[in-house]
């Protein structure tokens, strides 16, 4: 049972670039959210995806956007890259949305490291 | 902001329990304790959940307060691989915010030989 899935593990940027980073949630989850996690720091929330939209989202410029797939995949999207930008992506997948199954626990892909020079 | 309060830093030797403690002095009563952990260059991992009656599942315990103001978690039999970052989150169970987990700084835990 293939967990979350991300790519690439490892990326370079200059700033004022865009970037696009991918995640396959876990078999049978249906949702994806998006996290940032900046050294020493805990990961904070950015969106999360369900049924191909934007359902929830954190402090976050519209810098950042997402894209979900028919087939629950999901891009995060970051435009103009600041080097404060640079830091530990990370998807996790759950099922139901929002609204899903109680105590549905998010399961964390290993993230994409992104570093902004 | 993080609902929660936790020591920076720990350190346990191998073999014995490991007690991490956490305030959640606001806690609300829809919402329920999580712990997660985040070893080294790995995402997050769910560890186990409660709302007011201890908990045990195959990886820790977790006691909560009579008040529900702070909880430890236990790993009663600490290995070197416990070694990671431990998160305590509050939130509740369903609805609005299923999809945003809100993590502090955490507990550094140090297993050492």
């Known amino acids: 049972d293939a967990g979350v899935t991300q790519s690439p593990t490892h990326l370079i940027k200059t700033r004022g670039q865009q970037v696009t980073l991918r995640c396959s949630p876990k078999s049978g989850h249906d949702t994806v959210s998006w996290y940032q996690q900046a050294l020493g720091q805990g990961p904070q929330f950015i969106f999360q995806?369900?049924?191909?939209?934007?359902?929830q989202r954190g402090n976050f410029p519209d810098r950042f956007s997402g894209h979900q797939f028919p087939n629950y995949s999901s891009e995060l999207n970051v435009n103009a890259l600041l080097l404060g930008d640079s830091a530990l992506y990370l998807c996790?997948?759950?099922?139901?949305?929002?609204?899903?199954?109680?105590?549905?626990?998010?399961?964390f892909g290993p993230g994409t490291r992104l570093t902004v020079l | 902001d993080a609902k929660t309060t936790q020591p920076p830093s720990m350190d346990c030797a191998e073999g014995r329990a490991a007690n991490l403690p956490c305030n959640h002095s606001?806690?609300?009563?829809?919402?329920?304790v999580y712990w997660y952990r985040q070893i080294h260059s790995q995402g997050p991992q769910y560890i186990i959940h409660g709302l007011k009656n201890n908990e045990t599942n195959e990886m820790a315990s977790l006691i909560i307060t009579e008040d529900r103001k702070s909880s430890t978690l236990i790993l009663p039999h600490a290995t070197l691989r416990d070694t990671a970052v431990y998160y305590c989150i509050v939130r509740v169970a369903h609805g609005g915010s299923q999809g945003n987990l809100i993590f502090g700084k955490g507990t550094k835990l140090s297993v050492k030989p």
């Open positions: 606001t806690i609300s009563g829809n919402e329920y």
């Open positions: 995806y369900y049924e191909e939209e934007e359902r």
């Open positions: 996790a997948s759950s099922l139901g949305g929002p609204s899903g199954m109680r105590h549905n626990e998010q399961f």
